[in-house]
């Protein structure tokens, strides 16, 4: 399975048929066929959409109720386990109550259980919500959809913006926690499952991250043992009998890790990069791709400015010419590196911010954290009537998300705070167009046993790529026979790099850059037509600031972001 959706009248009442027809009317839009599943009875409305993807059912029914899942749980660990026997497995436990097993689970997903006699809905994500779940909650109706664009079309709900949460957008490019640019419209937590029973929607976390145990007395070389063998068996686990395999291969660590250890499993990797000319990206994938014995297919791209990896792989994918024997079975199944840089490389944080934290200087460090990340919005040009300190928003939004924290040693805060939320909507332009490009990512970085050992080592073992080093170490030698990018300020590549090759990460690599007179007139546009913009800013000095942009005078890149974000949500009323 791959998108579902509902609606539940929490009065009771019959749920119109104008209501089913809409939502059912906006996912058909969407993946452009009818839908594969729906279910439709008195109060209650559910629909899904089965990309094939898996080539097996996520759904059981039965004539008591019906579980259905996107994404797969990885639950059972068997040689021959499947997604299907999770999905019975998960069927069969919440006839009895709430399913134990789902704190056994280590995958990517989300899904739904209904009971008919009962009319208990349970709805739930994956330890880290990776696979998001979207709800909206007001006067009387709960509606449910893993695309969060499918609301935005929804013509009878309160799309009431929340500033807070565009603020937020506009400084991360997401909201933080449950937020969304919408007031009404919250994201699952990691780990959260919510019961909808009698009129009310009640929450329970059933993983949580700030319970995992510091590894204080085991060896270095045996954590780095326990992580390798750990991302091996998240590799298997998601391979099943697939014995060829399409895979995404960059110039650096993280699909070279998930390559490396898919190698031993398969026959045939095909790998695909998508870079500059001239570039460390494109060059050391091709040299790597070499020592891997896979089948390299480089695209070259003008520029790479957060592109949507999944529809450029699926429109390669669309034309590419493979004899059969070397055709993956699950041609709709692409490996990748994702989550490896901030679960595994530690990146955002340094030694001063962790030395900050861990002397309590908790705000010191939060600020110190923020700046180093380019992170913030333009506070002087919000208006106060919004926020009596503008200033402070972003920092009380990250101070917020770690309140809850208490049982995590202060110096490992951070690292959670962006396991949580970076790392949990890093893949939300994946899964809003899934129906559009129908590619399901593998992902061993996101493996939760894998996140687990991770944030059990001690953090300042594991900065700038330190801990990663190990475990990186004890791959296949062919694996460190040729150049790797590394992040500016974390461990260098110990062989040499070729002088004349841009870094993906020097200033301007990947920026789309709009002519400043382009971004000015936007904006004075903007202000001018929007009077439901004007009330969250100060009229005269962005308008002032953006002659200063259009001039040439004095650039306002981070203002331009802010206006462009609040152009996106607050709609003109």
């Known amino acids: 399975m791959t998108i579902f959706a509902g609606i539940i009248e929490l009065t009771t009442n019959e749920l119109s048929l104008n209501a089913r027809t809409a939502l059912k009317a906006i996912m058909e839009e969407d993946i452009q066929q009818k839908c594969s599943f729906e279910y439709a009875h008195d109060n209650v409305y559910c629909i899904n959409f089965d990309s094939g993807a898996y080539q097996a059912p996520a759904i059981q029914q039965c004539n008591e109720g019906f579980t259905l899942v996107v994404g797969d749980p990885i639950i059972s660990q068997g040689i021959s386990r499947s997604r299907t026997i999770d999905v019975m497995d998960l069927h069969s436990e919440f006839k009895h109550g709430v399913p134990k097993s789902l704190a056994k689970a280590r995958g990517v997903f989300s899904g739904i259980h209904f009971n008919y006699a009962s009319n208990k809905c349970y709805l739930f994500t994956d330890k880290l919500g990776l696979r998001p779940v979207y709800y909206y909650q007001k006067s009387g109706l709960f509606i449910f959809s893993s695309v969060f664009s499918y609301f935005e079309k929804i013509p009878f709900i309160d799309l009431e913006e929340d500033f807070i949460g565009i603020c937020e957008t506009a400084s991360f490019t997401y909201p933080l926690g449950i937020k969304t640019t919408y007031k009404n419209i919250k994201l699952f937590r990691a780990g959260e499952m919510l019961t909808v029973e009698n009129e009310q929607v009640l929450s329970d976390i059933y993983w949580d991250w700030t319970s995992i145990a510091a590894a204080q007395d085991k060896a270095e070389s045996d954590l780095h043992q326990q992580a390798f063998d750990t991302f091996d068996d998240a590799i298997r686990l998601r391979l099943g009998d697939e014995k060829n395999v399409f895979a995404f291969l960059s110039g650096g660590l993280d699909s070279r890790c998930v390559t490396a250890g898919l190698k031993s499993h398969v026959d045939t990797i095909h790998t695909f990069n998508f870079s500059k000319e001239q570039s460390q990206d494109s060059e050391f994938a091709s ?26 792989i699926s429109e390669q994918l669309a034309n590419i010419d493979l004899i059969k024997p070397d055709l993956p079975k699950y041609p709709q199944k692409v490996w990748s590196g994702d989550g490896g840089s901030v679960g595994a490389g530690f990146v955002y944080l340094d030694d001063e911010i962790i030395n900050q934290l861990e ?215």
Request: overall charge positive; charged content about 20%.
């Open 359 to 573: 002397l309590g200087l908790v705000d010191k460090a939060i600020e110190n954290f923020l700046k180093k990340n380019k992170t913030g919005i333009p506070f002087a040009f919000i208006s106060k009537s919004q926020c009596n300190n503008p200033r402070t928003i972003i920092h009380e939004s990250v101070i917020s998300e770690i309140a809850g924290m208490d049982r995590v040693p202060t110096e490992k805060k951070l690292y959670l705070f962006l396991l949580l939320n970076d790392q949990r909507r890093h893949l939300v332009t994946h899964f809003e167009t899934i129906a559009q490009h129908r590619i399901e990512l593998m992902l061993p970085f996101f493996d939760s046993d894998f996140l687990a050992t991770m944030l059990s080592i001690p953090i300042k073992k594991a900065l700038n790529h330190r801990f990663y080093m190990g475990w990186f170490n004890l791959f296949p030698e062919f694996v460190r026979m040729c150049p790797w990018q590394t992040y500016p300020g974390h461990l260098k590549c110990p062989l040499e790099i070729p002088a004349n090759l841009s870094l993906q990460w020097e200033s301007g690599q990947n920026i789309n850059i709009h002519k400043n007179n382009d971004d000015a007139n936007f904006i004075i546009h903007l202000i001018l037509n929007n009077p439901s913009v004007r009330r969250y800013i100060s009229t005269p000095l962005v308008l002032f600031a953006m002659y200063l942009h259009k001039l040439n005078l004095r650039p306002y890149p981070h203002l331009v972001k802010f206006m462009k974000t609040l152009s996106k949500y607050i709609k003109n009323s």
């Open 287 to 312: 040299l790597y791709s070499q020592h891997l014995q896979s089948n390299h297919h480089e695209i070259r791209v003008k520029k790479l400015y957060y592109p949507n990896w999944s529809q450029l």
